[in-house]
């Protein structure tokens, strides 16, 4: 019997998780194609940026290392 009273209420259990998830996505503001697109453009921009920094940087240590070791 106690089989029986555990598949129920794992049942229940999962029934009520899904509801919490159900009304969690309801939750959720999508961004309008405008900020989505402003958004995507910025952090593009943001990565180019670093990487070229990085990029540099790497450039000049070397160099620099290049210089000292002779």
């Known amino acids: 019997m106690g089989e ?3 598949t129920t209420t794992e049942k229940t259990s999962k029934r009520n ?3 919490g998830l159900k ?3 309801n939750k959720i503001v999508w961004p ?3 900020t989505l697109t402003k958004q995507s453009v910025a952090v593009v921009l943001v990565t180019v940026i ?3 920094f990085i990029y540099l940087l790497d450039f000049v ?3 620099g290392i290049r ?3 002779g």
């Open 4 to 6: 029986v009273a555990n």
């Open 17 to 19: 998780w899904f509801k």
């Open 23 to 25: 009304a969690e996505f």
């Open 32 to 34: 309008d194609r405008d």
């Open 50 to 52: 670093l990487g070229v």
């Open 61 to 63: 240590i070397e160099y």
């Open 67 to 69: 210089i000292i070791i």
